[in-house]
């Protein structure tokens, strides 16, 4: 089939939702024709046709989002067998919904403006609408997605995960019938690193070569958790290292944030890490106490690398849901909580039978999660789409 893909950051380093358009590209490319429309691009892969999209704004951001539906609407309107779209477009056969609908958010999820939380439902609703009517913004992303989910003849929605798909249905009942769920997958299973390589990855990035070290990763780190992080490790012992990896324009911030817990000399804050593999290998411990994942890829390959993970319940974290607590996961009932996640991490490093045991298990898990399968799934996905259009 010849394939139209669009993601405007097609890159191993923006984050998990490009990581999994990425990863799908390369296994497609060995048997399809694939074109990727992108904005931003630093893969390289000679079986892959690049389609370069403009960018004329970076911000606003929701112009150049209606810039970029626009423009690949018309670019992919002939000659495509499938166009798949990890992007709010409102074209596309094929939607891979990788985060929470806006809809949900203002005015499913129970999101309140401001801090009218006591006020009635009715009032709520309200001061949304308003919030929303009096933003470009907004208007402009809940138009795209109410185009995008729409029902279509062909349309297939994916989500990744089954809490994402959970969300969805109740979002936009009419599009239930064209929902499937297809989770992330994985190339290669790494398996635990030597300790000569853990050495090495700390070396590298300017860790202790001591100690235990715990690995953070969160573009958007107040919403994955890195408050709370720090909060616990005030209450960890010394040797106890944190490497937090966040969006690259929010290193400061969060730098900040680590000194006013006075934790500078144990915490290294990083911007995206094109290598996350010397991460991975660096680590003892991956702490994810996210507020809101629709999966988190991230729990997946350190998994696959035999990092003991510690990772919010499902309603925070869609993973979550297919991970047993004490077996391949610690999992948090409520991430906010620093004591909870104190506990947590004090039991994965004091208790070694256990935290051998969750490397192990994770490894396993991660081993039944393979792209190749994801491919197929997919591929199955966009005959029933051509076949139905």
Same mark, same amino acid.
């Given at each position: 089939m010849?394939?139209?893909?669009?993601s405007r950051?097609?890159?191993?380093s923006?984050?998990?939702?490009?990581r999994y @358009?990425?990863?799908?590209?390369?296994?497609?490319?060995?048997r399809?024709?694939?074109?990727?429309?992108?904005q931003?691009?630093?893969? &390289?892969?000679?079986?892959?046709?690049?389609?370069?999209?403009?960018?004329?704004?970076?911000r606003?951001r +929701?112009?150049n989002?209606f810039?970029? @539906? %626009? /423009?690949t +609407?018309?670019?992919?309107?002939?000659?495509?067998d499938v166009?798949?779209?990890h992007?709010?477009?409102?074209?596309?056969s094929?939607? !891979?919904?990788?985060?929470?609908?806006?809809?949900f958010?203002?005015?499913s999820?129970g999101?309140?403006?401001?801090?009218a939380?006591?006020?009635?439902?009715?009032v709520? !609703?309200?001061?949304?609408? *308003?919030?929303?009517c009096?933003s470009p913004?907004?208007? !402009? /992303?809940? #138009?795209l997605?109410?185009?995008r989910f729409?029902?279509?003849s062909?349309?297939?929605?994916?989500? *990744?995960?089954?809490?994402?798909?959970?969300?969805? %249905?109740?979002?936009f009942p009419?599009?239930k019938?064209?929902l499937?769920? =297809?989770?992330?997958g994985?190339?290669?299973v790494a398996?635990?690193?030597?300790?000569?390589?853990?050495t090495?990855?700390r070396?590298?990035?300017e860790?202790?070569?001591? #100690?235990?070290?715990?690995?953070?990763?969160?573009?958007?780190?107040?919403?994955?958790?890195?408050p709370?992080?720090? &909060?616990?490790?005030?209450?960890?012992?010394?040797? =106890?290292?944190?490497? %937090?990896?966040v969006?690259d324009?929010l290193v400061?911030?969060a730098?900040e944030?680590?000194h006013?817990?006075?934790l500078?000399a144990?915490v290294?804050?990083?911007?995206?890490?094109?290598?996350?593999e010397?991460?991975?290998?660096a680590?003892?411990?991956?702490?994810h106490?996210?507020?809101?994942?629709?999966?988190?890829? *991230?729990?997946?390959?350190?998994?696959?690398?035999g990092?003991?993970? =510690?990772v919010?319940?499902?309603?925070f974290?869609?993973?979550?849901?297919?991970l047993?607590?004490?077996?391949n996961a610690?999992i948090?009932?409520?991430?906010r909580?620093?004591s &909870?996640l104190?506990l947590?991490?004090?039991?994965?490093?004091d208790?070694?039978?256990l935290g051998?045991?969750?490397?192990a $298990?994770?490894i396993?898990?991660a081993?039944? $999660?393979?792209?190749?399968e994801?491919v197929?799934? /997919? &591929?199955?996905?966009?005959?029933?789409?051509v076949?139905? $259009?």
């Open positions: 010849k394939i139209a893909v669009l950051n097609f890159s191993a923006a984050g998990g939702a490009e @358009a990425l990863a799908l590209v390369e296994g497609l490319a060995a399809h024709e694939v074109h990727v429309f992108s931003f691009r630093d893969h &390289e892969d000679p079986r892959v046709n690049y389609r370069a999209v403009p960018r004329f704004l970076v606003p +929701w112009i989002q810039f970029f @539906a %626009a /423009y +609407w018309w670019a992919t309107r002939r000659g495509f166009v798949h779209s992007e709010n477009t409102w074209h596309g094929i939607q !891979t919904v990788h985060v929470l609908p806006v809809w958010n203002y005015f999820g999101r309140d403006p401001g801090r939380a006591f006020l009635p439902k009715a709520r !609703t309200f001061l949304r609408w *308003v919030q929303v009096t913004r907004l208007l !402009t /992303y809940l #138009g997605e109410h185009l729409r029902p279509q062909g349309r297939v929605l994916v989500c *990744v995960s089954q809490t994402l798909r959970q969300v969805m %249905a109740k979002t009419a599009g019938g064209s499937r769920v =297809i989770a992330p994985l190339s290669a398996g635990r690193c030597s300790p000569r390589e853990r090495d990855a070396t590298k990035l860790l202790p070569t001591e #100690g235990n070290c715990l690995l953070f990763v969160g573009k958007q780190f107040r919403k994955k958790g890195l709370a992080v720090l &909060e616990a490790m005030q209450d960890l012992a010394d040797n =106890i290292c944190l490497l %937090a990896i969006a324009e400061g911030e730098l944030l680590v006013r817990h006075q500078g144990r290294r804050v990083l911007g995206a890490l094109s290598m996350m010397l991460a991975y290998r680590a003892d411990c991956l702490v106490p996210t507020l809101e994942d629709t999966y988190a890829m *991230v729990v997946l390959e350190a998994m696959s690398h990092v003991p993970v =510690i919010s319940a499902a309603e974290c869609g993973i979550s849901a297919e047993n607590d004490g077996e610690l948090l009932n409520d991430p909580s620093p &909870e104190r947590a991490i004090d039991r994965v490093f208790d070694v039978v051998d045991s969750l490397s $298990r994770g396993d898990f081993r039944e $999660r393979e792209w190749s994801v197929v799934s /997919y &591929e199955d996905v966009f005959r029933e789409s076949a139905a $259009r």
